[in-house]
DNA sequence: GTCTATATCTCGATAGAC
DNA sequence: GTCTATCGAGATATAGAC
């Protein structure tokens, strides 16, 4: 179902009867997706609530057990949704030809877009992880082998190969990764408290993140840039 | 116990009573806030049991409801203690004596060491901020009239003074807050994953974190700087 | 102040009609 | 496939002994 990348025949095999499988979600089964990510991401997974999620999707308690069995399950078909649109939906924009600055303009571009769109992906995401991410353990085996390149590798590549052709001094590149997607994700956690504290940024929230891309672009890219001095 | 910095005899007033008041907690009621911290940031405000915060604590469930009267009450009394620890207890960094460099190179210390003695903070905020911020919004108005300049505001201050100066190139201080608390929060945030990912990554923790300060303070700091070109 | 025992209620899950 | 009604586990909260 959620096999992308596969590294074997076999695996292919199963990926494509995946794919068909997870393509057949019905109208029903992808709103009760869609209420569940929300439903999780504002309360996490004990504190979501069934009905909660049923009065979200426009359907009843019982449906959603006769389309995901328990909580836990459709928990778990969330979980897999995520983390695949999270890790890996975003490498392919770092696949893309181009120098150090284009790649990473148009990363940063397409990751603070994504958030944008998505809000609940990345509280998902930390709630899991601050649970102790126990589906995600779990899982992840599986996810590995059939996603060896996801978008952290990926990332990883791209600073590696930038301090070795000098496009940018020799830094840790796992270091710029946290501090890129820390960058991009904080501004959908932290405005809601930020516009609290500081009522005149309610208004610009659009424009700001507009305006964020470029001011993490330049942030990141002037301050990897060797210098003379 | 909180209240820093007040900026007229009314409010500091409160504040010295407030202080009295606060610290006025036992050690038992210590006790119970720390491991409801815990709890809370695990498993969110619904999530959490009762009987998990009694068990890390120590103590029986009864004696939570003997302190606290109930969950929510509980809840509120973690969120004050949390956020002014997240929030005003930073500032002091940031009414040091010192150029911008230097200012801004301690309180990304302080600020990541902070994180690193205290990894439930931020998540219990995060939290708040994805329910809806219910408690955060009703406790805001006495919580800004007490501090009114916690350390986002000074972080603002700190720069546009730098922008003026000439120290730093002009660029949104709102922005560039956004980039130092992104950076320095999401290491603690991402880790676990990272390091599922990248297993290599699990043995260099406490090495990342120290070498991570210097990191954030010169991807800024000359990401920041006047550029000639 | 501290504990055991218990009342009360909420929520996940199921049975069974349609 | 969809719904109503209900069971039963597990949670918050309280009563009352010590």
Redesign the pocket.
Same mark, same amino acid.
Do not use: E, F, I, P
């Given at each position: 179902m959620y096999y992308v990348y596969p590294h074997s025949l076999t695996i292919w095999l199963i990926y494509l009867v995946n794919i068909m499988a997870s393509t057949t979600f $019905?109208e029903?089964e992808l709103q009760i997706l869609a209420a569940a990510l929300e439903e999780f991401s504002m309360h996490g997974r004990q504190g979501? =609530?069934?009905?909660c999620i049923a009065d979200r999707a426009g #359907?009843?308690?019982? #449906?959603l057990?006769?389309y995901f =069995? $328990?909580?836990?399950r459709l928990y778990e078909e969330v979980f897999t949704y995520v983390f695949h649109t999270y890790f890996f939906q975003l490498a392919d924009t770092l696949r893309a030809e181009g120098d150090f600055p284009t790649v990473l303009r148009a990363f940063i571009h397409r990751y603070v877009d994504m958030l944008n769109e998505n809000p609940a992906l990345p509280m998902f995401l930390l709630r899991e992880v601050a649970e102790g991410a126990p589906v995600f353990s779990r899982r992840l085996p599986e996810i590995v082998q059939a996603n060896p390149l996801g978008m952290p590798k990926l990332l990883l590549a791209l600073f590696e190969e930038s301090s070795r052709s000098g496009e940018s001094r020799k830094t840790d590149p796992f270091q710029t990764l946290i501090s890129i997607m820390g960058a991009c994700i904080y501004f959908f956690a932290g405005f809601p408290i930020f516009s609290t504290l500081i009522p005149e940024l309610r208004d610009r929230r659009d424009q700001l993140i507009e305006e964020r891309k470029d001011h993490i672009f330049e942030l990141v890219y002037y301050g990897l840039k060797p210098r003379t001095e």
């Open positions: $019905s029903t979501a =609530r069934m009905q #359907l009843n308690k019982a #449906l057990h006769y =069995r $328990s909580k836990d």
